[in-house]
């Protein structure tokens, strides 16, 4: 269990350090609720980060977290170890909560690449919420744990992965050209072979036909009109023989008649 904890701690601390450039040394801001944590539980948490972390690290308190501390005459203990620590001058002349001090410090950009350390929840809801920081604190069981960034961030880093490896604009205009090349080259061989097959066998290779000519399917119709008008002609011709018959016995009757009366 402890070498899965310690493995997902260094997963999101190089999750920050490779993708939002987190370098050495690392600058960690620390408020009076962590150190309070640590103090009370006599937890030395400065070479637990050194080892954690691989490299050199600033642990930094501010002039404002100071104040705060010095303004509770029971805390003052915690004081005095806070004072060991090296200072952060954050300019704040009237004064601010370490909430406020921290925020002002870190705003948008985090220019500076400050990482929190802090017990307060509001605190580490909030810079997880708007800004891609690493947050620190410290488990019931005196071990340290690293706020999981929030879905925001690492859907953004998931598509900076995947677009690193797309083609740009203009490698996909060239990968067009190249592609346009070599199926007229491909054309070319092709017709080349063909040619060989036909000097050798001597045979001439038709085309093959893209459709019916419209004039020959034209002509089919017109023969069939043709051929029907001439049916109707014959059949004309025959009713009208028949008929010639017809009355040339019907006079030959009519004579007959009349000469026997």
Not at 53 to 64: A, E, K, L, R
Not at 179 to 188: H, N, P, R
């Amino acid at each position: 269990m402890k070498f899965k904890k310690i493995k997902q701690l260094r997963k999101w601390i190089n999750f920050f350090r490779i993708n939002y450039d987190f370098h050495f040394p690392y600058k960690l801001l620390v408020d009076g609720t962590f150190l309070k944590a640590c103090y009370d539980r006599k937890f030395e948490f400065k070479e637990k980060l050194t080892k954690l972390m691989h490299g050199q690290c600033w642990v930094q308190i501010t002039t404002c977290v100071l104040n705060e501390l010095r303004s509770i005459p029971q805390l003052k203990d915690l004081f005095d170890f806070a004072m060991s620590l090296p200072k952060l001058r954050c300019n704040h002349i009237e004064g601010l909560t370490p909430t406020e001090c921290f925020k002002d410090l870190i705003q948008k950009n985090n220019t500076e690449r400050y990482w929190v350390m802090t017990q307060d929840e509001e605190l580490r809801e909030y810079f997880n919420q708007f800004y891609p920081i690493p947050l620190f604190w410290i488990s019931k069981d005196l071990k340290f744990t690293i706020e999981e960034p929030n879905k925001k961030c690492q859907k953004e880093i998931e598509k900076k992965k995947h677009n690193k490896y797309l083609p740009s604009a203009k490698e996909l205009a060239v990968i067009k050209q190249v592609q346009k090349e070599q199926k007229e080259e491909e054309l070319k061989k092709y017709f080349q072979k063909m040619d060989k097959i036909k000097n050798e066998m001597n045979i001439r290779i038709k085309k093959p036909a893209k459709g019916p000519n419209p004039l020959a399917i034209q002509k089919k119709k017109d023969k069939i009109i043709r051929k029907n008008k001439d049916q109707n002609k014959t059949r004309n011709r025959k009713t009208k023989k028949i008929r010639k018959r017809e009355n040339h016995l019907r006079t030959k009757k009519v004579v007959k008649s009349n000469e026997s009366e």
